[in-house]
């Protein structure tokens, strides 16, 4: 991969800085103060406001960049949604994950319903390309009836204790909407899903691979590929 691919022109700071701040930023519950004391320890002077202006100008730069799995029929669509108070008002986020635990997609929506569901369904389908093996849900009735206008071929189970992959899928987002006390708009919501998610999936192992060893391994390839997305390699 081109190393020279982000341009940092004009920035005072290194782009490892820059690239490592976005990094501590997206990629663990930490708040943007956090990562400011982080980087002093280090004996990096920056503020958090400056943090935050590196996360809103490389942040979607990175997630693009970052290499995604091809996806296949054989796969099984996981969906879900969770409810996200804005300003004191319900929102839904959506988010469909494959059996491997990558976050496929996510929307912002202020309904849930089956035009919403139907939404999420058709943007898979543009992203993905193609139809998954089976998709799997809670018992929202939503679902079944988006899938009937959109897919009908495709088998739908539907069933509390079936969806634990989407579930948990949205704890590590819990973690930083604590942290962050809360999200300010639904687009500033959808911006930091899009590349928290997008960051997170190359460090997911997948689930055959359980040993120490293998996910020891399987994540400095991660670690690799994002120094070689941002432009850091030594």
């Known amino acids: 991969m081109n190393r020279s691919v982000v341009s940092y022109k004009n920035h005072r700071f290194p782009q490892q800085i820059i690239a490592r701040a976005v990094w501590l930023y997206f ?3 930490l708040s943007l103060r956090l990562v400011e004391e982080m980087l002093l320890e280090r004996g990096i002077v920056v503020s958090y406001e400056t943090i935050r202006r590196w996360g809103k100008k490389f942040g979607h730069d990175y997630a693009r960049r970052l ?8 796969d099984v669509w996981h969906l879900d949604e969770v409810v996200i108070s804005i300003a004191g008002k319900k929102h839904w986020l959506w988010r469909a994950v494959d059996q491997d635990g990558h976050v496929l997609d996510e929307i912002v929506q202020t309904r849930r319903d ?7 369904l058709m943007r ?4 993905q390309g193609l139809t998954p093996k089976r998709i799997i849900t809670d018992k929202l009735r939503s679902y079944g009836a988006a899938k009937r206008q959109v ?3 495709v088998e739908h189970r539907s069933h509390n204790g079936f969806n634990n992959r989407a579930e948990n899928s949205h704890v590590p987002l819990r973690k930083r909407e604590r942290m962050m006390q809360g ?3 639904p687009g500033s919501l959808q911006h930091f899903v899009s590349i928290f998610s997008a960051l997170r999936n190359p460090f997911v192992p997948p689930p055959s691979k359980r040993s120490a060893l293998a996910i020891h391994l399987h994540r400095l390839r991660a670690m690799a590929q994002w120094k070689a997305v941002t ?3 030594a």
């Open 231 to 233: 432009g850091t390699l």
């Open 114 to 120: 089956t035009k919403a569901a139907r939404r999420l």
């Open 151 to 153: 897919m009908t071929d």
């Open 124 to 127: 898979l389908l543009r992203k």
């Open 27 to 29: 990629r663990f519950p």
């Open 67 to 74: 290499r995604r799995k091809k996806p296949s029929r054989n």
């Open 183 to 185: 999200f300010r708009s």
